[in-house]
T-cell receptor
Framework: ETGVTQSPTHLIKTRGQQVTLRCSSQ?????VSWYQQALGQGPQFIFQ???????GRGNFPPRFSGLQFPNYSSELNVNALELDDSALYLC?????????????FGPGTRLTVL | QQQVKQSPQSLIVQKGGISIINCAYE??????FPWYQQFPGKGPALLIA?????SEKKEGRFTISFNKSAKQFSLHIMDSQPGDSATYFC??????????????FGTGTRLQVTL
């Protein structure tokens, strides 16, 4: 069984640029959630994708967008990068969007915005 | 608005001791309370979880105590080992929603177990 994988591992961008982060869900999982983890903080929910559609969103602006593909993998896109976007971006997959189901996290992508 | 408050921020425990981390929540609609363990360079991994219909859950050396009336829950790590040194996050979510069941995390506790 393959776990959740994310790419790239690290990324450096400058303010105003755009970035795409990728996530492959664990085998058998159809739901992907994205979280932002600032240094020294707990992860914050960005949004969730289920059946290739956004299925709930946290308190993040529209410049944070995503996609889910038929194989359940997902992308997180961030436009017009700001310095505060520097964080660890975590992807988590689960076998259902319903609550109480374990979310399996990937190792994250460390984004640095200069 | 921080809906899950976690303390302490950091904790140093001697090998064999008991590590205790506390969390308090505000939203009474939360009904699923997991604890995650995160090692440097890794994503969080589920350690143990509890629902509010029980006051305690034990899995090996890890125990969650839950106080519904006080809206508090805590993680106890018995016989703490150096390999337990990591950052621990409490979290909460609602299971009966029409949309995404998001996890709301605490700010984390960095545990160091010394020899």
């Amino acid at each position: 069984e393959t776990g959740v994988t994310q790419s790239p591992t690290h990324l450096i961008k400058t303010r105003g640029q755009q970035v795409t982060l990728r996530c492959s869900s664990q085998s058998g999982h159809n739901t992907v959630s994205w979280y932002q983890q600032a240094l020294g903080q707990g992860p914050q929910f960005i949004f969730q994708y289920y059946r290739e559609e956004e299925n709930g969103r946290g308190n993040f602006p529209p410049r944070f967008s995503g996609l889910q593909f038929p194989n359940y993998s997902s992308e997180l896109n961030v436009n017009a990068l700001e310095l505060d976007d520097s964080a660890l971006y975590l992807c988590a997959s689960s076998y259902s969007p319903a609550g109480g189901n374990e979310q399996f996290f990937g190792p994250g992508t460390r984004l640095t915005v200069l | 608005q921080q809906q899950v408050k976690q303390s302490p921020q950091s904790l140093i425990v001697q090998k064999g001791g008991i590590s205790i981390i506390n969390c308090a929540y505000e939203n009474t609609a939360f009904d699923y309370f997991p604890w995650y363990q995160q090692f440097p360079g890794k994503g969080p991994a589920l350690l143990i979880a509890i629902r509010p219909d029980v006051s305690e859950k034990k899995e090996g050396r890890f125990t969650i105590s839950f106080n519904k009336s006080a809206k508090q829950f805590s993680l106890h790590i018995m016989d703490s080992q150096p390999g337990d040194s990591a950052t621990y996050f409490c979290a909460a979510s609602m299971t009966n929603t029409g949309t995404a069941s998001k996890l709301t995390f605490g700010t984390g506790t960095r545990l160091q177990v010394t020899l």
